[in-house]
């Protein structure tokens, strides 16, 4: 059974202060709820870091970073280093997310070594995988997935990857007016877990989580994480306010209820 998973990635907002109000309005948000079975996570600037993970200790609600470098230290002017996040309170790593590729001439071959990193450091990390419009239109969609994801976890033993959260967000429908339909969502994240099996065997294809990012609301929330292979939600502007990501962890943490009653013989 996969833990379910509910983020935020506050992108560019959010200094301390900022910060700490959010974690405060969303820790009295998701108090009445039944958290237990699920995994939250929030990933606001490097500057607020430390804040924030103070401000959530304690809570269901773990902090991480929203990129990294693959040196622990060194002439790297403007990087942060895994074990910098961990001192600052971080569980999780995002990694891969579009605008860095798209903005910051990222690569996959730089992100494999992040993820190499990210996990020698315990740092959860969290892989995004998508295409962009052209790909897509251009029926690559699937092709261009399975290139990003085995070259994310490249070298990485079988018995590790399930520690790996892969989070499929379509460039096209990041920051978008609307997500990708959840019949499109359930046809890549099948496909994305084929490759896990073809790839890593059928255990490892069933204990990874994939999750699904991409313009998600609280409104379209429940229909994408009702489908089977989707494992948890990835948000921006709807979890910008801490409202609006309470009402995505109590999706979520309707949805792993579901789940487990589903499984149950
Ligand atoms: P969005 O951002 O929800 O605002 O589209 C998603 C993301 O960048 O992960």
Redesign the pocket.
């Known amino acids: 059974m996969r833990r379910l998973v509910a983020g935020t990635?506050w992108?560019m907002n959010n200094g301390i202060a900022a910060s700490r109000r959010y974690a405060e309005e969303l820790k009295a948000r998701i108090a009445p709820l039944d958290t237990s079975a699920i995994d939250i996570y929030v990933l606001p600037p490097f500057t607020s870091l430390a804040a924030a993970a103070q401000a959530f200790a304690g809570s269901p609600v773990a902090v991480g970073g929203q990129n990294m470098h693959w040196e622990d230290s060194g002439s790297w002017t403007g990087e942060i280093s895994a074990p910098m996040l961990l001192e600052a309170g971080c569980r999780y790593v995002e990694l891969a997310?579009?605008?860095r590729l798209q903005h910051f001439g990222e690569t996959y071959a730089q992100v494999r070594r992040k993820v190499d990193k990210a996990m020698s450091a315990g740092l959860v990390p969290v892989v995004?995988l998508g295409e962009s419009a052209p790909e897509k239109a251009e029926g690559r969609a699937d092709a261009v997935l399975a290139g990003q994801l085995l070259a994310s976890i490249d070298g990485q033993p079988d018995e590790r990857i399930p520690e790996i959260i892969l989070?499929y967000?379509p460039r096209w429908?990041?920051?978008?007016a609307e997500a990708a339909s959840p019949s499109y969502v359930e046809e890549r994240h099948r496909a994305l877990r084929a490759v896990l099996r073809e790839h890593r065997g059928e255990s490892v294809a069933e204990r990874t989580r994939i999750i699904y990012?991409?313009?998600?609301t609280p409104e379209n929330g429940g229909a994408i994480l009702a489908l089977g292979d989707v494992d948890g939600l990835?948000?921006?502007?709807?979890?910008w306010e801490p409202g609006g990501f309470a009402r995505i962890v109590e999706l979520v943490a309707g949805a792993a209820k579901r789940k487990a009653a589903a499984r149950k013989p």
């Open positions: 990635g992108k997310h579009s605008e995004c989070a967000e429908a990041i920051g978008a990012g991409g313009s998600v990835f948000v921006g502007r709807a979890a």
